[in-house]
């Protein structure tokens, strides 16, 4: 009687499993040197539903190191994953240069696939074209409040960090200019710089050099009063450290985090048990940067956005296969990043093309910004003046 039980309770686990895991998602992420937080946010969606070899949902696959010399190479990985009779939805964490090509293969092959992009590098009219969904931080929105909010933290001027290549991405270049306006409606000075570019001949190594050796130049030239914000991730490292040691003030990076820059700037290592658990990582950043003596002058998302939003999108795609929810329902994408990201602020809202069409697949999204020592500034409790959602 009992090797029955046993057998019919086991026969219940197969077939409760075997429900579960009757699709797959594929899950496309960076590497560490890269881009560590959207692969964290890929664990993290492993741990959630599973290898689907090993009876779970997801496949993840990283992309290469260099993707920019090796596009084909990430297209060809993408579009792989249509060749699974059970793929139901494809999500990139980080949406590199080549996925609105690879998109397409996968549209040309299996319609039936849910194509969602996180953090498109890509033109985004192109990619709204391309995916079903795409979710990106809101570079307009934040084109305002990043330097409204350096002002508020005490900052009389604001230093633009990029380069030709960034700035030739339409978003980050609209952002830039909403940020000049911005700093002149508040009486604020405002400056472009231009630094390498970490894929140049210099490397990664150069183009920190080169911050590392500036920014004391800066703060000597442009005063103690000045906010720096930086377009690329491995500019943010050395900044940071400069920041703390010379002066100066930091409201966010390009893609906040507590782990963005700060780690490596202040040589904060984190236990086992901290890794992924965003309050206790947040809390440690924090001591450290306060005990810096830089209290009120640093700043971040309290949760990764990169973690986050490719959580929230794996959610999101899950809740969609199943029923549970409409795809384009805004409310639904909003609780998503909600549920993953406890005490923390959100606002959003969709992208206007450049007919000044919204397109509803496409969701800008923010999180509102911590300051280390003081704590939220409510920025996304704001409303964004109309007047800079249309400077181009």
């Known amino acids: 009687m009992k090797k029955m039980l046993f057998s019919c309770l086991l026969m219940g686990m197969t077939a409760v499993s075997f429900a579960e895991?009757?699709?797959?998602?594929?899950?496309?992420?960076?590497?560490?040197?890269?881009?560590?937080?959207s692969l964290r946010g890929a664990e993290a969606i492993l741990k959630k539903y599973g290898k689907a070899s090993d009876g779970g949902k997801v496949i993840h696959l990283t992309y290469p190191y260099n993707f920019m010399q090796e596009m084909e190479t990430t297209i060809t990985q993408i579009a792989s994953l249509a060749?699974?009779?059970?793929?139901?939805?494809?999500i990139m964490t980080e949406a590199i240069p080549g996925t609105v090509e690879a998109f397409r293969r996968v549209r040309e092959k299996r319609p039936d696939i849910l194509l969602l992009a996180n953090v498109p590098h890509e033109?985004?009219?192109?990619?709204?074209?391309?995916?079903d969904l795409v979710m990106d931080q809101d570079a307009i929105s934040r084109g305002y409040l990043i330097v409204k909010a350096a002002k508020d933290m005490g900052a009389k001027n604001f230093i633009h960090i990029s380069f030709p290549r960034h700035l030739s991405y339409e978003l980050i270049s609209?952002?830039?200019?909403?940020?000049?306006?911005?700093?002149?409606?508040?009486?604020?000075?405002?400056?472009?710089?231009?630094?390498?570019?970490?894929?140049?001949?210099?490397?990664?190594?150069?183009?920190?050099?080169?911050?590392?050796?500036?920014?004391?130049?800066?703060?000597?030239?442009?005063?103690?009063d000045t906010a720096f914000f930086c377009t690329n991730d491995a500019h943010t490292e050395p900044l940071l450290k400069r920041v703390a040691e010379e002066g100066g003030y930091f409201v966010e990076a390009?893609?906040?985090?507590?782990?963005?820059?700060?780690?490596?700037?202040?040589?904060?290592?984190?236990?086992?048990?901290?890794?992924?658990?965003?309050?206790?990582?947040?809390?440690k950043v924090e001591k450290t940067v306060v005990n810096k003596g830089?209290?009120?002058?640093?700043?971040?998302?309290?949760?990764?956005?990169?973690?986050?939003?490719?959580?929230?999108?794996?959610?999101?795609?899950?809740?969609?296969?199943?029923?549970?929810?409409?795809?384009?329902?805004?409310?639904?994408?909003m609780k998503s990043l909600e549920?993953?990201?406890?005490?923390?602020?959100?606002?959003?809202?969709?992208?206007?093309?450049?007919?000044?069409?919204?397109?509803?697949?496409?969701?800008f999204t923010y999180q509102d910004t911590y300051v280390f020592g003081k704590g939220y500034l409510g920025m996304t409790d704001l409303e964004v003046p109309e007047k800079y959602k249309v400077i181009e």
Do not use: C
């Open 21 to 37: 895991s009757d699709y797959h998602i594929g899950v496309l992420s960076g590497t560490v040197p890269q881009s560590e937080d």
């Open 83 to 90: 060749d699974d009779p059970k793929m139901k939805a494809i």
């Open 123 to 131: 033109d985004p009219e192109m990619i709204a074209d391309a995916a």
């Open 174 to 224: 609209r952002r830039r200019n909403i940020m000049k306006k911005t700093a002149e409606d508040l009486g604020m000075g405002f400056y472009d710089i231009s630094a390498p570019d970490p894929v140049s001949d210099v490397g990664v190594a150069g183009a920190q050099q080169y911050i590392l050796e500036q920014v004391p130049n800066w703060l000597k030239q442009y005063g103690k």
């Open 254 to 283: 390009e893609l906040p985090s507590p782990t963005m820059g700060y780690p490596g700037a202040l040589g904060i290592k984190f236990s086992d048990d901290e890794k992924g658990n965003w309050p206790k990582i947040l809390a």
């Open 294 to 333: 830089a209290s009120g002058r640093m700043g971040t998302w309290a949760y990764s956005y990169n973690f986050a939003g490719a959580q929230a999108l794996a959610d999101h795609a899950v809740n969609v296969i199943e029923e549970k929810e409409e795809l384009l329902d805004f409310d639904a994408i």
């Open 339 to 363: 549920d993953n990201t406890p005490g923390a602020g959100w606002n959003g809202s969709y992208f206007v093309d450049s007919n000044e069409v919204e397109r509803e697949n496409y969701v």
